[in-house]
């Protein structure tokens, strides 16, 4: 079989709409766009938020706070979870992507307190909260922060 021999599925190919060209059509006069108005002239139509003339509520509303483009949004992860890897294991993000812990190796890794640790582990992550460093040094292992 070659690529001309094969059938297109049921309903993937359809009719294109004809406007505009006599009423027996269907779609004559109004070309299906309705009354006449502002959506039914060519252009843009109505822009968004518009109240008529009435000052837009996202106007209305007062600035608050900053929200970046690019917000560094770490990945978290929690001591307790970090107790699944063998004694001496160096954890890293690999490891932990490995693990299904982390979903991207692009954003940064946080490890956070949550839970305890009893295991002897050098963990390599962009950030640490301090609870997080005193109960993996507790356990016997290190920490190193990742540039």
């Known amino acids: 079989m070659q690529l001309h021999q094969i059938p297109s599925p049921a309903g993937s190919h359809k009719r294109k709409k004809i406007v505009g060209r006599g009423r027996g059509t269907g779609h004559g006069k109004r070309s299906g766009r309705g009354q006449t108005g ?3 002239r060519a252009g843009r139509g109505v ?3 518009s109240e008529g003339g009435q000052m837009t509520l996202l ?3 007062p600035k608050v706070g ?3 483009k690019w917000p560094d949004k770490a990945q978290i992860v929690n001591v307790r979870e970090l107790d699944r890897f063998k004694d001496g294991d160096v954890v890293d993000p690999l490891t932990l992507k490995d693990a299904n812990l982390i979903k991207s190796l ?3 890794v946080k490890i956070l307190s949550g839970g305890d640790i009893a ?3 050098t963990v390599h992550a ?3 909260s301090r609870t997080a460093q005193e ?3 507790r356990a016997g292992g290190s920490i190193q922060v990742i540039k």
């Open 126 to 128: 962009h950030r640490f």
């Open 66 to 68: 900053f929200n970046s």
């Open 59 to 61: 106007r209305r509303l």
């Open 106 to 108: 692009r954003r940064p």
């Open 38 to 40: 502002q959506n039914c």
């Open 119 to 121: 295991r002897k582990l």
């Open 47 to 49: 822009i968004l938020g």
């Open 135 to 137: 109960k993996i040094a």
